[in-house]
C-alpha cells in the first residue's frame, strides 16, 4: 500500500515546497517561479539537489553553475550557497545531517551528476546515489509494464517522489501518482510495474 504523506509549506513569495522531515533527514520538493531568489545560506545538512524541470542558476562560494533538467549535485556540510530562478522550476531536494565523523570524511565543495548506473537494459534503467545512509534510486523504464521486485529489508522505509505524473502497480494494487508529492511505501517487499513507457521514478531507501 502507498502513503502521501507530504507536508506543504510557502518558504516565500514564488516559492512553495512538500516535504517530509523524519530524525536526522529531510525530503524537499520545491515548486519555485521565475525570478524567485534563494538568499545566500548555509546549513549543517549535506543536500543532493536534482532538477525535474526549468533552469536556475546556483552559487556557490561566488562561483555560478547553471542547473538544467536531470542536472544533480550535492553540496557538502556548511558551504554556502545561493540560487536565482531564470525561469519556473522544480527539484528535488534531500538534506541529510551527517554525524562527525562522516563528515571528517567527505573532501569535496560540490560534486555534478552523481548518479551512477546500477541496471541498464532493454527494458529499464536504474542509476543510484548514496547520501550518507540515504540510497536513492532514479527508476526509467522503455516499455510499458516494466516490472521491478524490491526486496524486502525491515530496516529501511521506502518512499517514491516524481516529477512527472507516473502510473506504477505495486503489489498488484493501482496507483497514480502525483508530481511532487511523497509517498511513503507501507509494503516491506514488493513487485513495482511501472505502467507506462517512458516513465522516470525516484524510490528513496532510508
Do not use: W
Not at 545531517?97 to 537494459?121: G, W
Request: a negative charge; charged letters at 30%.
Amino acid at each position: 500500500m502507498i502513503k502521501d504523506v507530504t507536508e506543504v509549506r510557502t518558504v516565500k513569495k514564488g516559492y512553495e515546497q512538500g516535504y517530509l522531515v523524519s530524525g536526522n533527514y529531510e525530503i524537499l520538493l520545491n515548486d519555485i517561479k521565475k525570478g524567485t531568489d534563494l538568499d545566500a545560506h548555509s546549513h549543517y545538512h549535506s543536500q543532493l539537489v536534482y532538477c525535474f524541470k526549468g533552469e536556475f542558476d546556483f552559487y556557490i562560494k561566488g562561483k555560478s553553475h547553471r542547473i538544467v533538467p536531470e542536472l544533480s549535485l550535492i553540496v557538502n556540510s556548511q558551504v554556502i550557497h545561493a540560487a536565482d530562478a531564470l525561469a519556473d522550476f522544480r527539484s528535488l531536494d534531500v538534506k541529510y545531517i551527517p554525524t562527525p565523523e562522516e563528515l571528517s570524511k567527505v573532501d569535496f565543495v560540490v560534486r555534478f551528476n552523481v548518479f551512477s548506473e546500477k541496471i541498464a537494459n532493454e527494458l529499464l534503467v536504474v542509476e543510484e546515489v548514496v547520501l550518507n545512509e540515504i540510497e536513492l534510486k532514479r527508476i526509467r523504464n522503455k516499455k510499458e509494464g516494466t516490472k521491478l521486485d524490491v526486496p524486502q529489508d525491515l530496516r529501511k522505509k521506502r518512499y517514491f517522489v516524481t516529477g512527472k505524473r507516473c502510473k506504477v502497480t505495486v503489489n498488484g494494487r493501482e496507483y497514480d501518482l502525483q508530481p511532487m508529492r511523497i509517498y511513503l511505501v507501507e509494503d516491506e517487499g514488493f513487485r513495482l510495474v511501472l505502467q507506462e513507457e517512458n516513465s522516470e521514478l525516484f524510490m528513496f531507501e532510508i
